[in-house]
């Protein structure tokens, strides 16, 4: 198999059904427990059991693998059956002194010989990973004792020459480098959000301080997110010690946001704070300061294990499911000469980086840590490590006012309510006071615009907007044509010279609206922004909108307690409709982070045979253990095949062999807190877009008045594989099928082969594309990431 290159050129189905035969895998999860190891697992067995090799569970990490016997056992299908939903790992893992020495190497070889598997994925952080590599260099070694010592054969020391090491990386922390996210780091922001909204309220009753402490000895990264996703007042992160007298600072700090009305303060800390000198900074230590100097009510919070447990984000489920099938294919395509890789995501697309290129950066990040080089550290993280800490510094404090620019920007909300609009609306409004301008806001919309509904504010009229679901300004799917002129007679009224639109479709059209109205109505030669924000994420110029992240896990939510019910009654089929207009996106993300057993969207038009091939696949399942179904439908994916057709077709087929259910989620798939993700991702779109329209006014400011009339005065900004750019309204036209309101290619689709391969269809792989081996280099960190 190896060498033959998988890669790009199309191998026919049968060749990749046989490409994994005679092969042995087996799967081990290592180290800390991490939130979607579970769905990593389920990938990877099934991924492998799809090409044809053979797979082993090994229990117990790398203490199962020294131990042998009972601890390696063989999988199939139903092995890894509802495990998706669990938190943690079902196949356990322990920390393990024998792996450490030769001996236990030796013993470990050893078992895996015995079972034939030389192809081994490592699921577990950085030391985890750190030791499969150095047993796959002994491998040879090791091999050669055991023959010394008569425990295996010659022949068969040669048929096992050579072991291949894939690495997927669990580690809550986010402290790996090269890796955009690790397995788990999304599961625990969620985690830190739900106890920080709760504390919120109870701190604002009593107006007290809380003192946080997250998890993250070496890696500020949990502790940096979520103080950007609850406006933190204060943070200390092991990267970046405060300056010598911060006690000073943040005391000063605190004080001034009581007195400007603000009922609460949170401070965020990571376990492993230091001062400038390397001294620990503790959260004790902050609470006893704040009491003695300020006399605030304070709390210690200390969230421990809680950041590890419950049930993994819908993140988590997807990112683990891509990597686990990602893994399978690199092991298929390893050879005695590659590397040992990490499978890892960049943007949306997977890759594989040499392992040791990562540990090696990781290593030098504590390095410069413990050697005071703190600027490096930050810098090694990455480049979205970088961001993140930039853009918290510039929005947590307003600074002393700059002077006025002159110039006037309008925010409004358009279309549905998402979440993560009021995130984009607060961080939009503060930037552009830091930039000097005068900044409104307009309630309901372009109606609202065109009623005047509109009002000047300041940097404490947003605070506390990122924790909000929905839209606290109004929004209304009214297009602009329909009230042009009083949109007009506003704009000049308030002498507006930039426009942010945050919203869904309605919010693109209507700028394009505007746009094409600026032949009639020099007011409109404005700078005009649209901050893509929706949950059917059907917006052209971006790959995620703002609002997806929280409608996706709102629908899972919702799926995992469908799939309860069905296991309870056995022998039932739930047939779930969701959301998202013409765009399927929402229900094939949910349908992978649920294990569905199919989704219907209008993207990937169906017949009446597709749906005869589900019922008959539902059919063989229920005559498995699995006695349950779930069935996605994107609301309009078919003009006659409903869901009430489904439902009938599918009670009317399923006759004395299962009976079916209908589920409409409706508009619980709009509500609830922002994720995290969403939280993060309005905030960084807010920033750039404000910072985006600066530049465009500065550039179309002549004679004291702005005009901009070129397409580039008028853009969406997206985030497109892991860059953000800004498209402009007009070149996306041809891009855009607005009959059915969608982008006319969308990248999510490619996603659709792993829900039907993990729902166990025969299908072909032959679209797969398989991850590029990419190098982590200090150079490779600094590149712009976007996100």
Not at 101 to 111: D, F, K, P, S, V
Not at 156 to 183: E, P, Q, R, W
Not at 403 to 430: H, Q, T
Not at 547 to 558: F, I
Request: with cysteine; aromatic share 8%; proline share 2%.
């Amino acid at each position: 198999m190896a060498g033959t290159g998988l890669g790009s050129e199309t191998l026919d189905l049968e060749k990749l059904r046989m490409a994994g035969a005679g092969l042995a895998l087996a799967v081990l999860t290592s180290g800390g427990d991490a939130q979607g190891m579970n769905a990593a697992v389920r990938a990877v067995t099934r991924m492998g059991l799809y090409v044809g090799a053979k797979v082993f569970l090994i229990y117990e990490g790398y203490e199962g693998l020294v131990d042998g016997g009972e601890n390696i056992k063989q999988a199939n299908w139903l092995s890894v059956s509802n495990i998706i939903q669990l938190g943690g790992t079902i196949i356990g893992s322990a920390r393990c002194k024998a792996f450490t020495t030769r001996e236990g190497r030796l013993q470990a070889a050893y078992n895996l010989v015995q079972h034939g598997i030389t192809n081994l994925c490592v699921i577990g952080g950085d030391g985890s990973l750190t030791g499969a590599n150095i047993f796959r260099t002994e491998w040879g070694g090791l091999l050669e004792e055991l023959v010394g010592e008569g425990k295996i054969t010659d022949e068969v020391a040669k048929t096992y020459c050579h072991l291949n090491i894939v690495g997927l990386v669990g580690s809550i922390d986010n402290d790996f480098c090269g890796t955009d996210m690790t397995i788990g780091t999304d599961s625990a922001l969620h985690r830190i959000m739900e106890v920080i909204d709760a504390i919120t309220t109870t701190a604002q009753s009593h107006q007290r301080t809380f003192v946080l402490e997250v998890m993250g000895r070496h890696c500020g990264y949990l502790a940096l997110v979520s103080a950007l996703a609850s406006g933190a007042d204060w943070l200390f992160i092991p990267e970046s010690p405060p300056e010598d007298g911060w006690e000073d600072f943040m005391c000063e700090r605190l004080g001034e946001a009581r007195s400007r009305g603000s009922r609460l303060n949170i401070i965020i800390i990571a376990e492993g704070a230091i001062d400038r000198n390397g001294k620990s900074i503790t959260s004790n230590y902050v609470k006893d300061l704040v009491v003695k100097r300020l006399g605030f009510d304070t709390r210690v919070t200390v969230l421990g294990h809680v950041q590890r447990g419950g049930t993994p984000s819908a993140f988590d489920r997807v990112l683990s499911s891509k990597m686990g099938m990602e893994a399978v294919m690199a092991l298929l395509e390893a050879t005695p000469d590659t590397p040992a890789c990490v499978v890892s995501l960049s943007g949306n697309q997977s890759v594989r980086l040499p392992l040791m290129e990562c540990v090696q950066v990781t290593k030098d990040v504590q390095k410069a840590m413990d050697e005071k080089r703190f600027e490096e550290a930050i810098q090694l993280r990455g480049r979205s490590f970088e961001n993140n800490w930039n853009i918290y510094k510039l929005l947590a404090h307003q600074k002393p006012e700059q002077e006025k620019s002159n110039f006037s920007i309008a925010i409004l909300n358009v279309g549905a309510p998402a979440a993560g609009m009021n995130a984009a609306v607060r961080s939009a409004v503060r930037v552009g006071i830091c930039q000097g301008h005068t900044m409104y806001v307009v309630n309901d919309g372009f109606e609202g615009l065109g009623k005047g509904q509109i009002r000047e504010v300041g940097w404490h009229d947003v605070a506390g907007w990122l924790g909000r679901g929905g839209s606290m300004l109004g929004t209304k799917r009214t297009l602009p044509k329909t009230c042009m002129e009083k949109i007009v007679d506003t704009i000049r009224k308030f002498n507006i010279q930039a426009l942010l639109v945050i919203g869904g479709f309605e919010a693109y059209e209507g700028v394009l609206q505007l746009v094409e109205a600026r032949g009639q109505y020099d007011e409109l030669c404005i700078i005009m922004c649209v901050i893509p924000a929706t949950i059917s994420n059907n917006v052209p110029g971006t790959d995620f909108s703002l609002g997806s992240d929280t409608a996706v896990n709102a629908a899972m939510e919702s799926c995992d307690r469908i799939k309860q019910s069905a296991s309870g009654t056995k022998r039932r089929v739930f047939i779930v409709e969701t959301m998202g207009g013409y765009c399927g996106y929402l229900s094939t993300v949910t349908g992978i982070a649920v294990g569905a057993d199919a989704a219907y969207v209008y993207e990937e038009p169906f017949t009446i045979h597709d749906l005869k091939a589900n019922v008959e696949h539902l059919t063989d399942k229920m005559k498995t253990d699995i006695q349950r179904g779930l069935v996605l439908r994107n609301e309009k994916c078919h003009e006659h095949y409903t869901t009430e057709f489904l439902y009938n077709l599918y009670s009317s087929e399923g006759k004395g062999i299962f009976d079916c259910r209908i589920n409409v989620l409706g508009h619980l798939q709009q509500g609830g807190a922002p994720t995290p993700f969403d939280r993060n991702y309005g905030t960084k779109l807010g920033v750039k877009a404000v910072l985006w329209m600066s530049d465009k006014l500065k550039e179309a400011y002549r004679k004291g008045r702005v005009f901009a009339n070129d397409v580039e005065s008028a853009c969406v900004i997206g985030l497109k594989r892991k860059t953000v750019s800004f498209s402009p309204v007009t070149e996306l036209k041809k891009v855009t099928d607005f009959d059915h309101r969608l982008p006319k290619e969308q990248w999510w689709l490619n996603l659709r082969l792993m829900l039907k391969m993990l729902a166990h269809y025969q299908i072909s792989l032959t679209e797969y594309v398989s991850g590029k081996m990419e190098h982590v280099t200090r150079r490779t960190l600094s590149i712009e990431k976007g996100f």
